[in-house]
């Protein structure tokens, strides 16, 4: 699944002085080194998705009006399975694999997504015309407990865990105008978090499992982002949102209730209690739409350089910054991802960030639970830090991550992927374990048709501090597991 080739007479799909694709699809999951936040300047036609469900609609009118407007649909079905070492502790509402992301619970046949694109891309090979596109992505299955955002059917996950459930981690519209430098691209509405190797749809992964380093960064975000395409090496992005997985309207001011003798509360995530005869307790209250500290105006800045050759790629971004108050998910983000192409059949992608949270509730604190934004009452809401200090009632948490991937390409169906890398969760309050860990795997991406591939692998995880792997009771983990991905 690709762009067409250019055939005699078509318009080209490619400004011819810009740097070539670095790579194909397939059997990689994509063509242009990844960013986020805009289609490829330069780089991107209409209608440049070949889906066997718009070939199925063409001969209709539907499928008439459809590409007479360059919109397409389309999409996959994404099923997966694992078998792992671990296990689940009953009465946990985390499965053993955890931190492990995208397969939580170990040893389950499970229905990772299945996504439905509704999409018009702008033609921004073309220099003469504004052109505009759109993008709404619904998708359902287990991949939706890392795509939520507060505020957005996410009781699916915030109250009742469910292990599969819906979400649209894209909804925006994009305008493209070409005559600022080589293009600028605006897009507004909900748009993937920018930085990163990895995404969250299927399609767009080296591996089916899922990197630490992509499973606790940002994820989604709502605003209006800026991409100015300077040179053909050089391009900067500037945006403005709300804040990280959170929506506007979470700003509201709700009053946080007393709890009465006999309701259920929780201190920590997944461990309840009852208040006792005779006592109220304040500021206990199940999360209803109080404040949240990490909706304000966050500002994104990114620049990205590739060579000539499109051997080399840099991508630098401070994500989602603004004055870092404890929040649902209000995650300051600082990360560089690089790319360097050896030649056509291997590459090597690497990725590092620092993220950190001001005034992070401490659990080891004795004021601990005596916030008015008790996120923590969520069934899987934000974990608080483990401070140095029991005294203070408040940190900062922090976190650092470096990531690896070599890719070999051996024939023009197949690639193996390795992953290397290193998760430091300094004070805990991401994988609610104040440890670091290492992670490698080794997967094999098959496509038998470019309709469906299959990504068999192998991945071993390490706790290095203390045992925080099958609910805190390993150090160590294997997990195998694959996917299929039947595009239609």
Not at 275 to 280: N, S, Y
Not at 408 to 420: L, V
């Amino acid at each position: 699944m690709g762009a067409p080739a250019d055939v005699p007479g078509a318009p080209p799909s490619r400004r011819a002085y810009f740097p070539p694709a670095p790579e194909t699809t397939g059997p990689y999951p994509f063509t242009e080194w990844p960013f986020g936040g805009a289609n490829p300047v330069g780089a991107t036609i209409p209608s440049s998705v070949d889906s066997p469900l718009m070939t199925a609609l063409a001969p209709t009118a539907i499928g008439g009006w459809l590409n007479d407007n360059h919109i397409q649909i389309y999409g996959w079905i994404n099923p997966g399975f694992n078998v792992s070492n671990t296990h689940t502790l009953p009465g946990q509402i985390t499965g053993g694999n955890f931190p492990a992301a995208y397969s939580y619970v170990p040893n389950v046949l499970q229905l990772d997504q299945i996504v439905t694109i509704f999409e018009r891309l702008p033609d921004t090979v073309q220099q003469d015309h504004w052109d505009w596109g759109f993008r709404f992505s619904p998708l359902f299955g287990e991949t939706y407990r890392y795509t939520t955002a507060n505020g957005i059917f996410s009781d699916q996950l915030q109250k009742w865990n469910k292990f599969a459930g819906y979400d649209a981690p894209m909804i925006y519209g994009e305008l493209y105008i070409p005559q600022v430098m080589e293009g600028l691209m605006l897009r507004l509405g909900r748009y993937i978090s920018v930085p990163d190797i990895e995404a969250q749809l299927a399609p767009n992964n080296y591996m089916y499992s899922h990197s630490m380093t992509y499973a606790f960064d940002n994820y989604t975000n709502q605003g209006l982002i800026a991409t100015l395409q300077l040179t053909k090496n050089w391009m900067v992005q500037g945006a403005i949102a709300v804040g990280t997985d959170t929506s506007v309207w979470n700003a509201r001011n709700t009053n946080v209730a007393a709890l009465p003798a006999g309701a259920p509360y929780s201190l920590l995530p997944g461990v309840w209690a009852t208040v006792p005869a005779g006592i109220w307790m304040a500021g206990q209250a199940a999360y209803s739409g109080q404040t949240d500290p990490g909706v304000k105006p966050s500002a994104t800045g990114c620049i990205r350089y590739q060579s000539d050759s499109a051997y080399d790629a840099v991508y630098s971004c401070a994500n989602s910054i603004n004055n870092g108050a404890f929040g649902y998910n209000n995650l300051n983000q600082y990360t560089t991802t690089f790319y360097h192409k050896f030649n056509d059949d291997w590459h090597i992608s690497f990725e590092g960030w620092q993220m950190h949270e001001y005034n992070t509730p401490n659990a080891a604190s004795p004021f601990y639970g005596a916030s008015p934004y008790m996120f923590f009452n969520l069934v899987n809401g934000p974990n608080p830090a483990q401070c140095t200090s029991s005294l203070n009632p408040t940190c900062t948490s922090r976190e650092w991550s470096l990531l690896t991937y070599l890719n070999w390409k051996f024939s023009p169906q197949d690639n193996i992927s390795w992953r290397a890398e290193y998760f430091n969760d300094i004070t805990g309050q991401r994988t609610g374990f104040k440890t670091s860990y290492f992670n490698y795997a080794m997967g094999w991406q098959h496509w038998f048709m470019p309709t469906i591939t299959i990504r068999p692998e192998v991945a071993f995880y390490n706790s290095l501090k203390t045992p925080a792997l099958s609910n805190g009771t390993q150090s160590h983990a294997t997990i195998f597991s694959a996917d299929l991905i039947w595009h239609y």
